[in-house]
């Protein structure tokens, strides 16, 4: 006899349930990065320059991901078709080598004396200074022996010099290892930033231009000390630097200071504003890739998947500025005008589109930007009647 009564619903068996299929391990950041550069290329650097140039520059985020997947963007460049037409000469390079060689000989001694000059208050020189040694394995190795050398040298009181130390600085999510040419340690804790050019210094003043781009250069490798100081006791980062120049036309070398705050927090604020390296990979094409084995158009498709934030100053200081130039023009973009013009023209984002509001084709007459672009056509247009009739210009 059935347990279930006439009519009643029929059994219900418990519906076995399938096993949840197991979720691949997630790629992690080191990983899809080492994707993107190709596996077999190792990362390149990304150095205080570069590093300063991507901090005036914080809305493109094609920089942000090729320097933090540490892809050569020289290499990338020549690839594609539009190699970079600047860079320092080997004359130039060994030049400068020489130059610091010559600054940092005899421990350092000639280089403390101008320190002294500059920021001792009327303090004597040092005889000698501690020079660590930095030497480690790897980047990491490297940064960590130096932030060991600075606690040492800070907590033992005396003079030190710290020659080419490795800082770290966290970039987007991604770690940066800078170079500074040298730190100098105070006896009252104070850490001096050096910095070794070989531009000359005549009658005891540089190219305005170059000394800028050193002091953002400088602010970077402040900014990565003072994540150090501030685990150091009795440490402090100083925010003027020392700036080491050929006196002259000479080889003999001087010294100025430059303040770096300004420089600092600008830096620090617009590495701030950066997207993350790992949001902006993410949102990639699945197999997207910078090696260089690939083909020009599989780069140029992969390069193209990034958004970028061209402006003309870009051509002095990204090597992928010649390819971005040519896709703006290509698409009438307004960015290549300069980002002021870009500025000024509000919602207008193509040239073609500019001229049709000028020309009164296009564009809402209510609106500031067209109104002025038309009483300027308008302007012109009357200059122009007026040369072409004969008649001198108002």
């Known amino acids: 006899m059935s347990e279930y009564p006439a009519g009643g619903p029929p059994p219900q068996i418990p519906a076995t349930r399938a096993p949840a299929p197991q979720s691949k391990p997630a790629t992690t950041l080191r990983q899809r990065l080492a994707e993107l550069r190709g596996p077999a290329v190792a990362p390149h650097p990304l150095d205080a320059r570069a590093l300063a140039a991507l901090a005036a520059n914080p809305g493109c ?31 130039a390079l060994v030049r400068g080598n020489a130059f610091e060689a010559k600054v940092k000989a005899d421990g350092g001694t000639q280089l403390l004396r101008l ?68 730190v100098v340690v105070h006896p009252d804790g104070t850490w001096t930033v050096v910095e070794i050019k070989s531009f000359p210094m005549i009658d005891s003043s540089a190219d305005a231009a170059k000394v800028g781009a050193a002091a953002r250069q400088s602010a970077v490798y402040v900014l990565a000390l003072e994540r150090i100081a501030a685990k150091t006791e009795g440490a402090e980062v100083a925010h003027r630097v020392l700036l080491v120049c050929p006196k002259d036309f000479s080889n003999l070398p001087t010294a100025s200071v430059v303040d770096v705050r300004k420089q600092r927090a600008v830096t620090s604020r617009q590495l701030t504003r950066l997207t993350r390296v790992e949001d902006i990979a993410a949102a990639l094409p699945e ?43 290509a698409e009438g973009a307004v960015e290549s005008l300069g980002r002021s013009v870009r500025g000024e023209l509000g919602g207008l984002t193509t040239v073609a589109g500019v001229l049709a509001a000028a020309a009164g084709k296009e564009g809402d007459p209510a609106d500031p930007t067209v109104a002025a672009l038309r009483r300027a056509a308008a302007l012109r247009a009357e200059a122009l009647a007026g040369v072409d009739g004969g008649v001198p210009c108002r």
């Open 61 to 91: 985020k094609r920089r942000a991901l090729l320097d933090g997947a540490g892809v050569d963007k020289a290499v990338l460049a020549t690839a594609l078709g539009s190699p970079a037409a600047f860079g320092q000469s080997q004359f």
């Open 287 to 329: 197999g997207t890739t910078f090696d260089p084995d690939c083909s020009p158009e599989e780069l140029g498709t992969a390069v193209e998947a990034v958004p970028a934030a061209y402006a003309p100053e870009c051509l002095a200081a990204c090597e992928l500025a010649f390819h971005c130039r040519a896709k703006a023009r």
């Open 115 to 182: 320190l002294v000059e500059r920021l001792g208050g009327g303090a004597e020189a040092p005889a000698s200074a501690v020079v660590p040694d930095l030497t480690a394995a790897g980047p990491e190795g490297r940064a960590a022996r130096t932030a060991l050398a600075l606690r040492e040298a800070t907590a033992a009181g005396g003079w030190a010099l710290l020659d080419h130390p490795m800082l770290a600085l966290e970039v987007a999510g991604s770690p940066a290892y800078l170079e500074p040419d040298a």
